[in-house]
């Protein structure tokens, strides 16, 4: 296991096209984290899984965007009709969680999207 | 709301000379704090965890939960701590981690 593993690392679409990405965790982890990031900024919480269950999405997310972990174990962040503004890095991060205590968390590489 | 904020993007600091990363945050709870940090062309990752009260590579971490705080400090810096340093938080809660903006630490030689 070679850590989380993101695919594509690069992704360039035109802008109301339809995009998918994979994160592969580490095989142990329960939890499972999407983030965004842009340039300068730190990490954006996007959405969030234990398991299969999806715990809360961020508020701050449009109806564009939706996420899936079907069997607990790799993820797929799709975000429908695509906008200039969904450029960004899109990372993703799984730990082994224990409800109300926090773990590190591991990062994958992140999936470079950008929107023309 | 959980908030965390880091005031400095840029941080300069001479080889030699000691540093402190700022970090403070928001949350109405017992939260878990850590250091992140990224360095040029590598993933995101765990530097410290406050709960583990160690020193990783010279650095250290101490929450205070008065002033809300959990500065990053190093003695003495070296050219190898050139990064970017992300504070971020957990909730005791829900469990989520949420990241401040980052702070990039430059080593002069």
Redesign the interface.
Same mark, same amino acid.
């Given at each position: 296991d070679t850590g989380v593993s993101q695919d594509p690392r690069h992704k360039i679409t035109k802008r109301g096209q339809n995009v998918t990405f994979r994160c592969d965790p580490i095989s142990e982890h329960n939890?499972l984290?999407w983030?965004r990031q842009t340039l300068? &900024?730190?990490? !954006?919480?996007l959405t969030?899984f234990q398991n299969e269950a999806q $715990? !809360?999405k961020s508020r701050l997310l449009s109806d564009r965007f939706s996420a899936e972990r079907p069997k607990g174990s790799f993820s797929t962040l799709e975000i429908q009709r695509t906008e200039q503004g969904d450029s960004a890095m899109y $990372?993703c991060?799984s730990s082994l969680?224990v &409800?109300?205590?926090?773990t590190?968390?591991?990062?994958?590489?992140?999936t470079r999207l950008t929107v023309v | 709301a959980q908030r965390?904020t880091?005031p400095e993007?840029l941080l300069s600091v001479f080889k030699g000379a000691p540093v402190e990363l700022k970090c403070n945050y928001s949350y109405s709870g017992s939260p878990?704090l850590?250091w992140y940090v990224q360095y040029s062309r590598q993933?995101?990752?765990?530097l410290l965890?406050h709960i583990s009260r160690e020193s990783i590579k010279g650095f250290t971490a101490d929450l205070n939960k008065g002033e809300t705080s959990f500065h990053l400090k190093k003695p003495f810096a070296q050219e190898e701590d050139s990064a970017m340093y992300?504070c971020a938080l957990?909730?005791?809660?829900?469990?989520?981690?949420?990241?401040?903006?980052?702070t990039r630490l430059h080593i002069l030689p």
């Open positions: 939890r984290y983030y300068g &900024q730190g990490p !954006e919480f969030y $715990l !809360e $990372l991060a969680g &409800q109300g205590a926090g590190e968390a591991f990062f994958g590489q992140g | 965390v880091q993007k878990e850590f993933r995101l990752q765990l965890r992300y957990s909730g005791s809660r829900d469990d989520k981690i949420i990241f401040g903006k980052g």
